[in-house]
């Protein structure tokens, strides 16, 4: 298998992470990853080697998403972090569960320019320039969307978040 393909195959979790953080639901994300790829196959000769693939595949997933959202007429705003249960522990209980719960919720409540910022920035750890190139926005634009993301997630969740 080609070098495209294999770093390709080790990102499907974060943009599968990523596409369940603009979709409605786990199918809808689904079928975001798969029309993402199938675009990133079709336009691989335009990938760059040695530029960072992650940049390039939320780029393609978001704008396959915006272009979803217009043909469908409607908005995403669901995240459900299905790989964060790994992050918190296997064995972190009702606990976990229930804080992952209310993430996933206070995401939600988002205006979609500031969950797409958390969710690449906090979520899937891109750089500040990096999203904002992903996104297609300026540093500053970026920033403030981050900030106000996250003051209402902090509001939402309490000073823990």
């Known amino acids: 298998m080609a070098a495209f393909e294999d770093e390709l195959l080790t990102l499907l979790p974060r943009m599968r992470r990523f596409a369940r953080s603009l979709a409605h639901d786990a199918a809808d994300a689904d079928d975001l990853c798969q029309i993402a790829?199938?675009?990133a196959l079709?336009?691989?000769g335009s990938w760059?080697?040695?530029t960072r693939m992650d940049s390039w595949m939320y780029r393609i997933m978001r704008n396959a998403w915006i272009d979803t959202a217009r043909?469908?007429?409607r908005a995403a705003a669901t995240f459900v972090a299905e790989e964060a249960g790994a992050a918190v522990?296997?064995?972190g209980g009702a606990e976990a569960r229930l804080a992952l719960d209310d993430v996933a919720a206070a995401m939600r409540?988002?205006?979609?320019?500031?969950?797409?910022?958390v969710a690449l920035v906090l979520v899937e750890g891109l750089a500040y320039k990096e999203a904002a190139t992903v996104l297609d926005i300026p540093m500053g634009t970026l920033t403030s969307r981050l900030a106000r993301g996250?003051?209402?997630l902090m509001?939402?969740?309490?000073?823990?978040a």
């Open 48 to 50: 760059q080697p040695g």
């Open 109 to 117: 409540t988002l205006p979609d320019e500031q969950r797409e910022a």
């Open 71 to 73: 043909s469908r007429h």
């Open 42 to 44: 079709r336009a691989r």
């Open 89 to 91: 522990g296997i064995d």
């Open 155 to 160: 509001t939402r969740l309490g000073e823990a």
């Open 37 to 39: 790829v199938e675009k």
């Open 150 to 152: 996250r003051q209402a």
